[in-house]
C-alpha cells in the first residue's frame, strides 16, 4: 500500500525507478480484453480464407446455422453496409483498395475473413466455422513485390493490373551532378524482409451495444483508443460522445495495434445487430496472418562519393510490399524510409522513388522503428561498402560524414530539420568501450588462425516523438489532464496508451519533482476514452516526449494556481512554490500542496480570479519532431563448419536526450536490441509461391529468446532535445533501429576476407555455412 | 515443393503402366483412400482420410490421369481439401525397362495450404516422401 | 486452446486405461506434441486418456542390471535424476536438451517414443543405446529393440490399443563413454540433426561404437557402417573426421525452410565428429 507522505524532497526523474505497474503484471490481476466478462456475452469466431486469391462462387451457412448455440452466422453480403476497414495515410494517385470488414466475392490473401459465428461459447462458434461450406475458384497468386510488378504476373486487385498502389518521388539538391562528380559509386540491392510483429497478448475485442442509450462500449487490445472510437463510429453512423473505447491491459503492440482493424468494426457491428456484448479474441494462428506485418522492402541503393570519403549523394528506388489491402499507416511506411536516407550524415543530395507494390498477403504497416528501421539498414551498409570500397576504416568514414555540431538544427536534404546533436559522440563511446584499435588487432589474429572474427558498427538516427500534427495522420499532438485531488493526492489521465512502456511510473516521477509529492501519491490513468481526454496513443517513440510535455505543461498551470492559493492562504504576494511547499520569503511561514489542496476545495475563500478546485488540462503541439541518435558495435563470430553465428559482444550506446528512469530507458534499448537481433539473424515470415504463409506458428518463425540474446552492454550520452522542455527524445524504437545494421555488418565484416561485401537478413547458418564452404572449396 | 525419385518395380513396362492407371489398384495404393469413383474420362472422386500421428482429417479430392503416353509416360494429378487444409501434386511419370522390371521415375511438384502448410513445414518434405514410398509399396505388392 | 469437443478420463490405473484404449480411446501422456495438434484442430480424438495420474506408469529404477524408466517420466525427471545421471548418463544429456524447461517438464519419455517424431532427441540416444521398449496392451506385453520399434515418421512398432510401458536401457560399466550432440532448429527447438554416441575401448582400441541419429531423416537410426568403420581403432581425430562422414551417408535426408538436405547431411558428420571425439574423451 501507499503509504509515503504527500510530499517529499527527493528528486525522482534520473532515477532507477521500478516500474508502478508491474505488480499487477506479474501477479496476474491485471485485466485484459479476454479478463472481460459480461452477463449474455456471445463469443465470435472468424473463418478465415485458406487460399491466397480465389472467387467465391457459393457460401453455405445452413449447417452452422442449424447447430445448438450458434445465435447467427454472417458473411460478407451481410456486413455491406458496415464499410471498409480504414486508411489514413494519403499520398498522390493513391489506389486504395476497399476491404470490408468480410469477405463479398473475393478473397486475397490467406486469412481474409470469410464470415462470422456467434454462439454462447467460443467452443461451439469454433465448431459453427468448421460446418460452414465454401467454395472457392482458387486463382494462382503473388507473395512477392518484385514478381508482382513484373508483367503478367498475377493481379491481386483486377481493376489494377500491374499490382503499382502508388509511386512516389523525392529529391533534393542535385544527384544528377553529385553523381557526375563522384570519383566513386557503390550500388546495392538490399532487402529488409517481412516481419510478424508478435505481442504477447494476440488482439481481441469486446463490444457492447446498449441500444437503450445509444452507447457502445468497444474494449480493444489497442495502441490508439482514441483513434479506434472516431474511426469507427463514423464507419458504423454512431455518436462519438456514446461511443466509449477502453484499451485495458494491452500486452504489447510493437506498432501492430495503432491500426483500427476489420474486427473492431465487426465486433461493434454484430453487437447492435444481436443486442448483446460479444467477444473475439486472436488466436495465435490469426496473428500470424491476419495482423499487420511490418517491413517488407527490396531496395536498390547507390551512393557517391569523393575519393576522400565524403559523401556526395544517394539515390534509392524502393519497392514497398503493401500486402492486399491497407490499414492506418500501410502506404505511409516507405515514405519514412525516405525522410530518414541520409541517416546522420551531412549528405546534400538525394533521390528516392517509391513503388508501392500490391501482394497477395497481409498488409505492412508499422513494426518498431517503422520505417527507419529499413532505412538506417540501408544507409549504414551502403557507408560499409563504400568504406570497403575505398579503403577506409567504418568508423572514420562515419566520422568525416556526421552531421557538426556547430550545424544544428540542421535542414536534411529530405526536408526534415534534425533538432540537436553530438553524433560522433556515442560512436566514440562505443568505441571506446570496445577498445576498437585492440578489437582490430585481435581480428588480424583470428583470421591468422583461420576464424571468421568480425566488428560491426552503426550511427543510427530516427524520426521520434510524432510528431508534428501535419506530418501525421490524425493529428501529432497529446493531451494530459491532472487533478490533484482534495487529499492532495494526484491523478494524472493521459492521452496516450502505454501498453509496456512504463509511462505510469516516468509520469509519476515527473509529478512528483514538478509538485513535490510522494510517487506513491500519483495515479496515472489511461486508455479510456471516456476517462481521458481525446489523446493520440502511443507509438512512433513519442508518449514521453509529447504526452509527457502536455502533462508538463498542465503542471505548470497547477502550479501557478497553487501559487495563488499559497499567496492567498499565507497573506503574502512573496511566495515561493518548491518541494511542495508554498514558503512566503518573508516570514517563512509554508504550506503544503495538502493543505492547499484542501483549501482550494472547501472552497471558503478563494484567490482573485480563481475557482475552487485544482484541475489543469493540456493539449501540446509539438513544433518538430525529435531526433534521437546513437552508436552499436557488435563483435560477432561465425563458425567455418557450420556457418552459426555467435555475438562476443554487444555495445549500445544511446543519446534519447534526457533520461527520466534510467531503468526503463535500459529496458527499452534491450528489448529493441533483441528485436533487431531477431530480424537480423532469425525472424523472416516465407511466404510459397502461391501465398501460403509457411512460418505460420512458432514452430517455425524464430522468437529470438532470453537465453539467445548476447549481454548487452549498455550506457549513453545525454544532448537533450531543445524541441520540448523536459529536452527527453524518445527511445522505444532505438534498439530495434540500430541493431540489424550493426550485426549485419558485423557478420559481413567477419567473412570479408571470402569476398563477402553484402549479406541479406536473416543470416541463418546454411546461408552462411553456403559461402564459407563454396569459397573454401 | 518439387519432389522426384525413382522406384522400381518388378513388372514389365506395359504391366507396371497398367497396373499405375488400374482405380482399384491406384485406390488400394493411395495412403488413406476410402474410395476412389470415376466421374469423367481418367477421371475419379476420390475420398482420403489421412491419419499420421495424432492428425487425423479427411479430404475430398479428385485424381486426374492425362497426356498418355502407353507405356512411356504419364501425368498424374492428385488433389484434396479437408478442414486441416488442401494439397495439390502433380507428377510426371516415366517408364524405364530395367532387367525383368520397369524402373518408375516421377518428378513433380506438391502444393500444401492451410493450417497443415503453416505449421507442418517441417514435415512436409519427410511425410510426402513417405507417402510416396508407401504408395509404390503397395502398387509392387 | 480451443478444440473440438472431447471425451476426457484420467485412470488411476494401467488395466483402466489399457481398456479404454482398446475401446478406441486416444492415450495422452504430457501433451506436448497432442495438445497443439488439437489446439490447431489437427487432431480431433473423440476420446481422450490421460495417462498422468496411472502412478504405476512413472519410476525410474535399477533391476537385472539394467535402468527401468517408465513410461510417464517426464524428461526433467530423467534428466535430474541421480540414477539415470550416474549409470545411463547419454539419457539424462540427451533429455537436457529436449526443448525447453517447460516443455521438459511436462513432456514424457513414453509420449515422446510413442510420437516417434523424426527430430525428437529421445530416438537418437535409445538407438545408441539399443534400448528396449515394452509395449502393453489390454492382453499382452511384449519388448521390441529400439531398433525395430522406430519404423517411420510418426510411426512405430505399437499396435492399435498398445502403449509404451516403459523404456529399458544399459547400465554400461567403465571404458564406457557417450555424448549427445544437437543441432536445434531455433523456432521448435526441434533437432535439425542430432546424434547420440555411445563408445567402449579396451586398451587402445574401441571395441564397441553405436551411433543414434535423429533429425535427418525419416526416423532416428543406427549409423550401423559408421559404427563398423570405427571398431577396432582407436579414435584418432583422422579416424573421427572419417568415421564422422559415413553417418550421413546413402540417407535420403529432410530438406525444409530450416535446413536443406545438402546441409543437414553436413551437420550430421560435423557433429557426429564433435560427438564423437567427446564420448572418447569421457571414457574413463
Same mark, same amino acid.
Given at each position: ?13 534520473g532515477?532507477r525507478i521500478r516500474r508502478r505497474e508491474d505488480?499487477?503484471l506479474i ?163 538490399i532487402t529488409s524482409q517481412r516481419l510478424i510483429p508478435n505481442s504477447m497478448e494476440t ?18 487490445s489497442t495502441q490508439a ?24 491491459e494491452v500486452g504489447g503492440g510493437f506498432g501492430a495495434k495503432i491500426q ?27 496473428n500470424?496472418?491476419?495482423t499487420i506485418h511490418g517491413r517488407g522492402h527490396?531496395d ?29 499507416l500501410?502506404?505511409g511506411i516507405p515514405?519514412l524510409s525516405?525522410l530518414m536516407m541520409p541517416g546522420l ?19 505492412t504497416d508499422a513494426y518498431r522503428g517503422a520505417g527507419r528501421p529499413e532505412a538506417t539498414h540501408g544507409i549504414e551498409r551502403?557507408v560499409d ?13 562515419r ?17 526534415l530539420?534534425y533538432d540537436t546533436g553530438d553524433y560522433?559522440a556515442p560512436l566514440k563511446k562505443a568505441m571506446?568501450m570496445a ?19 568480425g566488428i560491426g558498427l552503426c550511427a543510427y538516427g530516427e524520426i521520434c516523438a510524432f510528431g508534428?500534427?501535419?506530418?501525421t495522420?490524425?493529428?501529432g499532438?497529446e ?17 496516450i496508451s502505454p501498453h509496456g512502456q512504463g509511462e505510469e511510473t516516468t509520469f509519476?516521477q ?26 493520440i496513443g502511443t507509438f512512433g517513440s513519442r508518449s514521453t516526449a509529447v504526452g509527457g ?76 519532431f525529435t531526433f534521437p541518435f546513437g552508436a552499436h558495435l557488435v563483435v560477432t ?8 553465428v555467435v555475438i562476443k559482444r554487444y555495445i549500445a550506446v544511446d543519446d534519447c536526450g534526457n533520461i527520466l528512469n534510467p531503468l526503463i530507458v535500459d529496458g527499452q534499448v534491450h528489448g529493441g536490441v533483441a528485436q533487431g537481433i531477431g530480424q537480423a539473424l532469425w525472424e523472416q515470415a ?12 512458432f514452430?517455425?518463425y524464430t522468437m529470438p529468446r532470453a537465453h539467445m540474446m548476447p549481454w548487452i552492454e549498455s550506457a549513453h550520452t545525454i544532448t537533450p532535445t531543445?524541441v520540448n522542455?523536459l529536452g527527453v527524445k524518445g527511445v522505444g524504437e532505438a534498439g530495434t533501429i540500430g541493431a540489424s545494421p550493426a550485426v549485419v555488418n558485423s557478420v559481413v ?10 549479406l541479406d537478413m536473416p543470416l ?14 | ?141 | ?118 527430430? *525428437? +532427441? /529421445?530416438?537418437?540416444? !535409445?538407438?545408441?543405446?539399443? $534400448?528396449?521398449?515394452? =509395449?502393453?496392451? @489390454? ?47 531455433p523456432a ?72 536443406? *538436405? +545438402? /546441409?543437414?547431411?553436413? !551437420?550430421?558428420?560435423?557433429? $557426429?565428429?564433435?560427438? =564423437?571425439?567427446? @564420448? ?5
Amino acid at each position: 500500500m501507499a503509504t509515503t507522505t504527500i510530499t517529499k524532497t527527493e528528486k525522482l526523474v534520473g532515477k532507477r525507478i521500478r516500474r508502478r505497474e508491474d505488480p499487477r503484471l506479474i501477479t496476474g490481476t491485471a485485466t485484459y480484453v479476454d479478463d472481460i466478462k459480461m452477463p449474455g456475452m456471445l463469443y465470435a469466431s472468424i473463418l478465415r480464407s485458406p487460399h491466397a486469391a480465389a472467387k467465391i462462387r457459393s457460401i453455405d451457412i445452413s449447417k452452422a446455422k442449424a447447430l445448438k448455440g450458434v445465435h447467427a452466422v454472417f458473411i460478407g453480403e451481410d456486413t455491406k453496409d458496415a464499410g471498409a476497414v480504414p486508411c489514413g495515410a494519403s499520398l498522390p494517385g493513391l489506389r486504395v483498395p476497399h476491404h470490408n470488414i468480410l469477405a463479398i466475392d473475393r478473397v486475397y490473401l490467406v486469412g481474409h475473413p470469410v464470415a462470422v459465428v456467434v454462439a454462447t461459447d467460443r467452443y461451439i462458434a469454433r465448431d459453427g466455422v468448421e460446418l460452414i461450406e465454401v467454395e472457392y475458384e482458387v486463382e494462382n497468386a503473388v507473395a512477392d513485390p518484385e514478381k508482382a510488378l513484373a508483367p503478367g504476373a498475377h493481379a491481386v486487385h483486377p481493376q489494377w493490373p500491374d499490382n503499382v498502389a502508388f509511386t512516389f518521388h523525392q529529391e533534393g539538391g542535385d544527384v544528377a551532378k553529385a553523381f557526375a562528380e563522384a570519383d566513386v559509386i557503390v550500388k546495392q540491392r538490399i532487402t529488409s524482409q517481412r516481419l510478424i510483429p508478435n505481442s504477447m497478448e494476440t488482439r481481441g475485442v469486446v463490444a457492447d451495444w446498449r441500444a437503450a442509450d445509444r452507447t457502445m462500449n468497444l474494449y480493444t487490445s489497442t495502441q490508439a483508443p482514441h483513434l479506434v472510437r472516431s474511426l469507427v463510429a463514423q464507419i458504423l453512423g454512431l455518436e462519438e460522445n456514446r461511443f466509449r473505447v477502453v484499451a485495458p491491459e494491452v500486452g504489447g503492440g510493437f506498432g501492430a495495434k495503432i491500426q483500427t482493424y476489420a474486427e473492431e468494426i465487426l465486433l461493434a457491428w454484430i453487437s447492435i445487430k444481436l443486442q448483446k456484448p460479444v467477444k473475439w479474441i486472436e488466436s495465435r494462428r490469426e496473428n500470424f496472418t491476419c495482423t499487420i506485418h511490418g517491413r517488407g522492402h527490396v531496395d536498390f541503393y547507390e551512393i557517391a562519393a569523393k575519393r576522400d570519403g565524403t559523401i556526395l549523394g544517394i539515390k534509392l528506388k524502393l519497392i514497398q510490399d503493401l500486402g492486399a489491402y491497407f490499414t492506418i499507416l500501410t502506404p505511409g511506411i516507405p515514405t519514412l524510409s525516405v525522410l530518414m536516407m541520409p541517416g546522420l550524415y551531412r549528405t546534400p543530395n538525394i533521390s528516392a522513388d517509391i513503388v508501392g507494390a500490391f501482394t497477395n498477403c497481409p498488409p505492412t504497416d508499422a513494426y518498431r522503428g517503422a520505417g527507419r528501421p529499413e532505412a538506417t539498414h540501408g544507409i549504414e551498409r551502403m557507408v560499409d561498402m563504400l568504406a570497403a570500397e575505398l579503403k577506409m576504416d567504418p568508423a572514420e568514414i562515419r566520422l568525416k560524414n556526421f552531421v557538426r555540431n556547430e550545424e544544428f538544427p540542421f535542414p536534411t536534404a529530405t526536408g526534415l530539420v534534425y533538432d540537436t546533436g553530438d553524433y560522433s559522440a556515442p560512436l566514440k563511446k562505443a568505441m571506446e568501450m570496445a577498445g576498437y584499435d585492440k578489437l582490430r588487432k585481435e581480428q588480424v589474429e583470428a583470421r591468422k588462425q583461420g576464424k571468421y572474427m568480425g566488428i560491426g558498427l552503426c550511427a543510427y538516427g530516427e524520426i521520434c516523438a510524432f510528431g508534428p500534427s501535419p506530418a501525421t495522420p490524425a493529428g501529432g499532438w497529446e493531451s494530459c489532464t491532472v487533478k490533484i485531488e482534495p487529499s492532495g493526492q494526484v491523478t494524472v489521465l493521459t492521452g496516450i496508451s502505454p501498453h509496456g512502456q512504463g509511462e505510469e511510473t516516468t509520469f509519476a516521477q515527473i509529478v512528483g519533482d514538478e509538485l513535490g509529492v510522494g510517487i506513491d501519491d500519483v495515479l496515472v490513468l489511461h486508455g479510456d476514452t471516456q476517462l481521458v481526454p481525446y489523446g493520440i496513443g502511443t507509438f512512433g517513440s513519442r508518449s514521453t516526449a509529447v504526452g509527457g510535455t502536455a502533462l508538463y505543461y498542465a503542471l505548470q498551470d497547477l502550479k501557478a494556481t497553487i501559487k495563488k492559493f499559497g499567496e492567498m492562504l499565507l497573506e503574502s504576494d512573496d511566495v515561493t512554490f518548491a518541494g511542495g511547499q508554498c514558503t512566503c520569503n518573508k516570514s517563512g511561514k509554508s504550506i503544503g500542496v495538502k493543505g492547499i489542496a484542501a483549501a482550494a476545495y472547501r472552497a471558503m475563500k478563494l484567490p482573485a480570479n480563481t475557482g475552487p478546485g485544482l484541475v489543469a488540462t493540456h493539449f501540446w503541439e509539438p513544433p518538430n519532431f525529435t531526433f534521437p541518435f546513437g552508436a552499436h558495435l557488435v563483435v560477432t563470430e561465425v563458425n567455418g563448419e557450420t556457418g552459426d553465428v555467435v555475438i562476443k559482444r554487444y555495445i549500445a550506446v544511446d543519446d534519447c536526450g534526457n533520461i527520466l528512469n534510467p531503468l526503463i530507458v535500459d529496458g527499452q534499448v534491450h528489448g529493441g536490441v533483441a528485436q533487431g537481433i531477431g530480424q537480423a539473424l532469425w525472424e523472416q515470415a516465407v511466404y510459397d509461391d502461391n501465398g501460403q504463409l509457411v512460418t505460420g506458428e512458432f514452430m517455425d518463425y524464430t522468437m529470438p529468446r532470453a537465453h539467445m540474446m548476447p549481454w548487452i552492454e549498455s550506457a549513453h550520452t545525454i544532448t537533450p532535445t531543445p524541441v520540448n522542455p523536459l529536452g527527453v527524445k524518445g527511445v522505444g524504437e532505438a534498439g530495434t533501429i540500430g541493431a540489424s545494421p550493426a550485426v549485419v555488418n558485423s557478420v559481413v565484416d567477419a567473412l570479408s576476407t571470402l569476398g563477402v561485401r553484402h549479406l541479406d537478413m536473416p543470416l541463418t547458418p546454411e546461408k552462411l555455412w553456403k559461402l564459407i564452404a563454396g569459397r573454401n572449396a | 515443393m518439387k519432389i522426384s525419385g525413382l522406384y522400381f518395380l518388378p513388372l514389365p513396362p506395359e504391366q507396371a503402366y497398367q497396373r499405375l492407371q488400374d482405380p482399384e489398384v491406384l485406390a488400394g495404393a493411395m495412403p488413406g483412400c476410402e474410395s476412389l469413383e470415376k466421374i469423367g474420362e481418367d477421371e475419379y472422386r476420390m475420398k482420403m482420410k489421412m491419419a499420421l500421428a495424432s492428425l487425423s482429417g479427411n479430404f475430398d479430392g479428385k485424381v486426374r490421369i492425362t497426356e498418355q503416353n502407353p507405356p512411356q509416360s504419364f501425368k498424374l494429378m492428385v488433389e484434396g481439401s479437408g478442414k486441416v487444409g488442401f494439397m495439390k501434386g502433380e507428377g510426371n511419370l516415366k517408364f524405364t525397362p530395367k532387367d525383368a522390371g520397369t524402373d518408375v521415375s516421377y518428378e513433380g511438384d506438391v502444393q500444401v495450404g492451410g493450417t497443415i502448410a503453416a505449421v507442418g513445414q517441417r514435415l512436409i518434405d519427410g511425410t510426402a516422401k513417405m507417402m510416396i514410398k508407401r504408395f509404390f509399396d503397395k502398387i509392387a505388392a | 486452446m480451443i478444440p473440438q469437443q472431447f471425451e476426457y478420463s484420467a485412470p488411476k490405473t494401467l488395466d483402466e486405461a489399457l481398456g479404454l484404449l482398446a475401446e478406441g480411446a486416444k492415450p495422452l501422456a504430457g501433451g506436448m506434441s497432442l495438445i497443439p495438434m488439437m489446439k490447431l484442430r489437427l487432431a480431433a480424438p473423440e476420446h481422450l486418456v490421460d495417462l498422468g495420474r496411472i502412478k504405476e506408469l512413472s519410476y525410474i529404477r535399477e533391476q537385472g542390471g539394467e535402468l527401468h524408466i517408465g513410461a510417464t517420466t517426464t524428461h526433467h525427471e530423467v534428466e535430474s535424476s541421480a540414477l539415470v545421471r550416474g549409470k545411463c548418463p547419454l539419457l539424462a544429456e540427451t533429455a537436457s536438451h529436449i526443448g525447453d524447461v517447460q516443455v521438459r517438464n511436462m513432456g514424457t519419455i513414453g509420449g515422446s517414443v510413442a510420437h516417434a517424431d523424426p527430430a *525428437a +532427441d /529421445y530416438p537418437a540416444a !535409445l538407438q545408441a543405446l539399443e $534400448a528396449k521398449i515394452v =509395449l502393453k496392451g @489390454a492382453k499382452s506385453e511384449r519388448t521390441v529393440s529400439a531398433g525395430d520399434f522406430f519404423v517411420d515418421t510418426f510411426t512405430t512398432a505399437l499396435e492399435p490399443g498398445e502403449i509404451v510401458r516403459e523404456v529399458i536401457v544399459p547400465i554400461d560399466g567403465d571404458g564406457t563413454g557417450t555424448n549427445y550432440q544437437k543441432v536445434i532448429q531455433p523456432a521448435s527447438g526441434f533437432a535439425i540433426v542430432g546424434i547420440a554416441v555411445r563408445v567402449r575401448k579396451s586398451g587402445d582400441k574401441v571395441t564397441m561404437a553405436r551411433i543414434g541419429v535423429t533429425g535427418l531423416s525419416n526416423r532416428a537410426f543406427r549409423a550401423t557402417e559408421a559404427e563398423k568403420a570405427l571398431e577396432g581403432r582407436s579414435g584418432s581425430p583422422a579416424e573421427i573426421q572419417a568415421v564422422a562422414a559415413l553417418v550421413g551417408q546413402g540417407i535420403d535426408a529432410n530438406s525444409d525452410l530450416h535446413a536443406s *538436405a +545438402d /546441409y543437414r547431411l553436413h !551437420l550430421a558428420s560435423v557433429y $557426429a565428429a564433435r560427438a =564423437l571425439a567427446t @564420448a572418447l574423451g569421457r571414457i574413463a
